[in-house]
Structure formats: C-alpha cells, structure tokens
C-alpha cells in the first residue's frame, strides 16, 4: 500500500483501491456481482493484473480523451496538492 495514505490521514486496510478490493471480495465469496458489460471487463482486468483499471463511457465525456503513456515524472492532483508522482521510490 502506497506510504503517502499515511501522510493524509488514511489507513490503507479501511481505504484499499479499486484492484485489491475486488480481490479481497472474490476471495471472500467466490465471485463478483454483474454490472454491465463495460464494468465487468474492467474488473476483470483489475482482478487479473491486480491493478486499478477505470472505464468510461465516451458518450458521456465532453471533449477529446488522449491515452498515452507518461514521459518522465507526471504532476498529480492528490489530497495534499499537486506533486510529482515516483512509483520507484514507494
């Protein structure tokens, strides 16, 4: 669990993100509830790579969605501001 939950006042066993909360809960009762198509992939690729995936419905966006991947350190909006995310140093 990332270190910096610490910093803002979180436990990480009451706050577990998305991946490892749909693990825990399969693990517990032997599978997942059935939302739509489009969530239930999503949570299969978070059960499957044990990682936080977010899926969104493009109709309900406004304006354009650019993926790629991060060049460098990324500025991040967090509960203590705006910083640069290091996965490295966790």
Do not use: C, W
Request: charged share 20%; glycine share 8%; no cysteine.
């Amino acid at each position: 669990m990332a270190p910096g939950l610490h910093r803002v006042r979180r436990q990480p066993t009451q706050h577990r993100n998305a991946a490892e909360a749909l693990l825990r809960r399969l693990g517990k009762q032997g599978d997942i509830p059935s939302v739509s198509t489009l969530v239930d992939v999503g949570n299969l690729v978070s059960i499957r790579y044990a990682m936080p995936v977010a899926v969104f419905d493009l109709a309900d966006i406004a304006g354009s969605v650019t993926v790629r991947l991060s060049a460098g350190h990324p500025k991040i909006m967090s509960a203590t501001g705006i910083g640069e995310l290091h996965p490295e140093r966790s």
